[in-house]
């Protein structure tokens, strides 16, 4: 499903309650993707069932049941009493935040895994301890949202992939709007992270 729609921007819905026992996820859509989006999932042979939802904050909702044999890893992060904090598509994959009790329980999800020659890496890790409720980072959902679809599209390279005003159109908001998301969000970041604010000189006006 993944592989056959390059351009649409899918993240798992983790603001209602899922079911990764029966396979049942949500999935939210960018708007203007979702025939695109039905198209490859009533060719899926994972998919069982589909259907779409009441949307979330404006944005089309799905509701994916895969099949029985369908391997996810939803079932043994909850058996080792995790939970999923964030799942957004990357590439041809998916970039997913889990927080576990300790590293036994990633070791043995880790095993269930390359038993079924199910593959992933793992960039981070990080002790609860040293972050805050939420995210990890002080970002509020719509920050971070805006975050992601900016560095996914290449908002921070140079040449630009993609405006500011296309980052606000993608969002529905005001150029404006996406403006001071951005600033509050990076600020944030900053704020968070190990950078002496102190080094460089001070820019006098």
């Known amino acids: 499903m993944i592989e056959s729609v390059p351009?649409?921007?899918?993240?798992?819905?983790?603001?209602?309650?899922?079911?990764?026992?029966?396979?049942?996820?949500?999935?939210?859509?960018n708007r203007g993707s979702t025939r695109q989006f039905e198209e490859s999932v009533e060719a899926d042979h994972t998919v069982a069932?589909?259907?779409?939802?009441p949307s979330y904050e404006d944005q089309p909702v799905y509701r994916i049941e895969f099949t029985p044999d369908t391997l996810?890893?939803?079932s043994i992060v909850t058996e080792e009493n995790g939970f999923a904090l964030n799942a957004y598509r990357h590439g041809d994959g998916w970039i997913e935040r889990w927080q576990l009790p300790d590293h036994e329980s990633l070791q043995k999800i880790w095993n269930f895994a390359d038993e079924r020659s199910f593959t992933f890496e793992i960039f981070e890790i990080h002790q609860?301890?040293?972050?805050?409720?939420?995210?990890?980072?002080?970002?509020?959902?719509k920050q971070q949202?805006?975050?992601?679809?900016?560095?996914?599209?290449?908002?921070?390279d140079k040449p630009r992939g993609?405006?500011?005003?296309?980052?606000?159109?993608?969002?529905?908001?005001s150029t404006s709007a996406a403006s001071?998301?951005?600033r509050r969000g990076v600020k944030q970041l900053i704020e968070r992270s190990d950078i002496d604010a102190s080094i460089g000189p001070d820019i006098e006006e």
């Open 7 to 29: 351009h649409v921007e899918i993240r798992a819905l983790q603001e209602v309650s899922t079911d990764p026992t029966h396979n049942m996820h949500y999935f939210i859509v």
């Open 49 to 53: 069932t589909a259907q779409r939802v």
């Open 72 to 74: 996810l890893l939803g």
């Open 128 to 141: 609860v301890s040293n972050y805050s409720r939420g995210n990890g980072h002080g970002l509020t959902e």
């Open 145 to 156: 949202e805006l975050l992601a679809i900016a560095y996914r599209n290449g908002y921070f």
């Open 162 to 173: 993609m405006t500011l005003e296309e980052i606000a159109e993608r969002l529905d908001i």
């Open 180 to 182: 001071g998301r951005l």
